[in-house]
């Protein structure tokens, strides 16, 4: 059994999808608030892997570059079958005949950053593959991850349908590929369309689920199990179990010390659990892994379940 640690503009009309629905932007807005601490978000860019993980990111900051959706590596729209996205998957017929004209397939590359914190967002995404981290910054340059999105949900739904203002930096975690649809089209089509409009609430309640467990988890459980519940988080999204994953990425978005993850990383390669590299993380035992979690996987996964799955 492993070891434990020990928690160390013009008036424009807005969509009206319930007061349930504010009060989830006034609590994500609350608690990033609570994460920033008062201090400055700081701007990101977009950039690609050089294996060094959050050095990477971090030595980006503070240029104001984002990566904008656009064609595939050939330069054609094309399109993908909503049903590797549940949320489109789940949508009636009539309700995604209106989304899927507008529909363009995107590379998520790894590591560019979608939109940043306080800046407007231009498109909504619906991830088929990869993860997308919504991650808060603070002046010292840490980085905080408070909720993940993948092939279950949607990238920036209430941002679009309330001011269009990120609360958060958006950052592309693990590599995969993504709808997108420009932020007013949604927003029109979501306005006279209630299954969308519900369907939306259900997920955006879920993501703050998510970040309020994470602000838990992160606060009380020690470096093991927080990091054997992100890397469990990350094989659901991703349906692999070799994550293209540094350590030091890694530690910060668990909120833990480089040298705290490296110390709990090799305790569990050598028990069999992982097996890591320069840049990759490969899952060799998953009831191991899972023994090794903190509570909060399974909570938000059965928040997953009861609200997405219903």
Same mark, same amino acid.
């Given at each position: 059994?492993?070891?434990?640690?020990?928690?160390?503009?013009?008036?424009?009309?807005?969509?009206?999808?319930?007061?349930?629905?504010?009060?989830?932007?006034?609590?994500?807005?609350?608690?990033?608030?609570?994460?920033?601490?008062?201090?400055?978000?700081?701007?990101?860019?977009?950039?690609?892997?050089?294996?060094?993980?959050?050095?990477?990111?971090?030595?980006?900051?503070?240029?104001?570059?984002?990566?904008?959706?656009?064609?595939?590596?050939?330069?054609?729209?094309?399109?993908?079958?909503?049903?590797?996205?549940?949320?489109?998957?789940?949508?009636?017929?009539?309700?995604?005949?209106?989304?899927?004209?507008?529909?363009?397939?995107?590379?998520?590359?790894?590591?560019?950053?979608?939109?940043?914190?306080?800046?407007?967002?231009?498109?909504?995404?619906?991830?088929?593959?990869?993860?997308?981290?919504?991650?808060?910054?603070?002046?010292?340059?840490?980085?905080?991850?408070?909720?993940?999105?993948?092939?279950?949900?949607?990238?920036?739904?209430?941002?679009?349908?309330?001011?269009?203002?990120?609360?958060?930096?958006?950052?592309?975690?693990?590599?995969?590929?993504?709808?997108?649809?420009?932020?007013?089209?949604?927003?029109?089509?979501?306005?006279?369309?209630?299954?969308?409009?519900?369907?939306? @609430?259900?997920?955006?309640?879920?993501?703050?689920?998510?970040?309020?467990?994470?602000?838990?988890?992160?606060?009380?459980?020690?470096?093991?199990?927080?990091?054997?519940?992100?890397?469990?988080?990350?094989?659901?999204?991703?349906?692999?179990?070799?994550?293209?994953? @540094?350590?030091?990425?890694?530690?910060?978005?668990?909120?833990?010390?480089?040298?705290?993850?490296?110390?709990?990383?090799?305790?569990?390669?050598?028990?069999?659990?992982?097996?890591?590299?320069?840049?990759?993380?490969?899952?060799?035992?998953?009831?191991?892994?899972?023994?090794?979690?903190?509570?909060?996987?399974? @909570?938000?996964?059965?928040?997953?379940?009861?609200?997405?799955?219903?």
């Amino acid at each position: 059994m492993l070891e434990r640690q020990h928690p160390a503009t013009n008036a424009q009309r807005r969509i009206t999808i319930g007061s349930h629905f504010r009060t989830f932007v006034a609590n994500m807005s609350a608690l990033n608030r609570a994460y920033a601490g008062g201090t400055t978000i700081i701007a990101c860019q977009f950039v690609k892997t050089n294996h060094r993980g959050g050095v990477a990111i971090a030595s980006a900051l503070a240029s104001g570059t984002v990566a904008l959706p656009g064609s595939d590596r050939q330069g054609n729209v094309t399109s993908m079958p909503r049903s590797t996205n549940h949320l489109l998957a789940s949508l009636p017929d009539a309700a995604f005949e209106l989304l899927g004209p507008h529909l363009q397939a995107v590379d998520l590359v790894h590591e560019a950053v979608l939109v940043q914190a306080g800046d407007p967002l231009t498109h909504v995404y619906f991830p088929h593959s990869g993860v997308i981290s919504l991650v808060v910054s603070l002046a010292g340059g840490e980085m905080i991850e408070v909720a993940m999105i993948g092939r279950t949900s949607i990238m920036g739904a209430f941002a679009a349908l309330e001011d269009r203002i990120s609360l958060n930096h958006a950052i592309v975690q693990l590599p995969g590929t993504a709808s997108v649809l420009e932020v007013e089209r949604f927003r029109k089509i979501a306005e006279h369309n209630t299954a969308l409009r519900d369907l939306i @609430t259900r997920h955006e309640h879920f993501l703050f689920a998510q970040a309020q467990q994470s602000a838990a988890c992160n606060a009380s459980h020690g470096v093991e199990a927080r990091l054997a519940r992100y890397l469990l988080q990350l094989r659901d999204l991703s349906r692999s179990d070799t994550l293209l994953l @540094t350590q030091e990425l890694s530690a910060q978005m668990i909120g833990a010390r480089r040298n705290s993850v490296s110390m709990v990383a090799n305790t569990l390669q050598h028990a069999g659990v992982i097996r890591y590299s320069r840049g990759h993380i490969e899952i060799l035992d998953l009831a191991r892994l899972r023994k090794a979690a903190c509570e909060c996987y399974v @909570t938000v996964r059965s928040h997953h379940d009861r609200l997405l799955r219903s």
